[in-house]
């Protein structure tokens, strides 16, 4: 069974730190991975999708890397601001009784104080 | 290009009553899927719809079923609800069956009293 394990569960930092956020899954066999993130009561964004065969994935402040062999990701948030408060969810998408699904993690909710 | 839309956003239901939810995909998306999203369980996939046939299930009661239109909406249906099924309900789509990049609505927050 695929579990998905986000660490830490809850994160606060000072504004304009760089911070990373963990992500691990139990089956290397995946698809694709994918990086949320979710405002309160919100549906979720989508911040970055890496294929399988991706090392890694960057857009603006944001970087995402894979490593499918030892069951990890992670996004770095550069120069993190106030408005990055936010939950960040991943999700790795693979074969589940014969079928492909997304399973997510639990997320990290991510507190920037100003 | 509108993003995925879902109605209604809210709803407060009381136990044993049924519920339907609304959800319209990005436009040229095919692809429908619906999660429940809860404090203790967190992200649980319910079904998948693709060209107006479910393709995946998950693990939930048969009380949850869902439906897809010749148009792609797609709606999701509770019927004699519980306490328990008090949650967010999210929609998501994407451009082709199975779990590429998902694209998700911004939820139906349904309140069972």
């Known amino acids: 069974k695929q579990e998905v394990t986000q660490i830490p569960a809850a994160l606060s930092v000072p504004e304009g730190e760089n911070l990373v956020l963990n992500c691990s899954f139990t089956d290397s066999a995946i698809y694709n991975l994918q990086w949320f993130r979710q405002d309160p009561g919100k549906g979720l964004t989508s911040l970055l999708l890496i294929q399988s065969s991706q090392r890694e994935q960057t857009s603006g402040r944001l970087n995402a890397s894979l490593d499918k062999s030892s069951g990890r990701s992670t996004l770095y948030i550069a120069a993190s601001q106030p408005g990055d408060s936010a939950t960040y969810l991943c999700a790795v998408s693979l074969i589940l009784q014969g079928a492909q699904k997304l399973v997510f993690g639990q997320g990290t909710r991510l507190t920037i104080n100003p | 290009k509108a993003g995925v839309t879902q109605t209604p956003r809210y709803l407060i239901k009381t136990r044993g009553q049924q519920v339907t939810l609304s959800c319209s995909p990005i436009?040229?998306?095919?692809?429908v899927s619906w999660y429940q999203q809860t404090p203790g369980q967190g992200l649980q996939f319910l079904f998948e719809?693709?060209?107006?046939?479910?393709?995946n299930k998950g693990n939930f009661p048969g009380r949850f079923s869902g439906r897809q239109f010749s148009n792609s909406r797609s709606e999701m249906n509770v019927s004699t609800l519980e306490l328990g099924d008090s949650a967010l309900y999210l929609c998501a789509s994407s451009l082709v069956a199975g779990a590429y990049e998902q694209f998700f609505g911004p939820g139906t927050r349904l309140t069972v009293l």
């Open positions: 436009s040229g998306h095919r692809s």
């Open positions: 719809y693709f060209s107006e046939t479910q393709r």
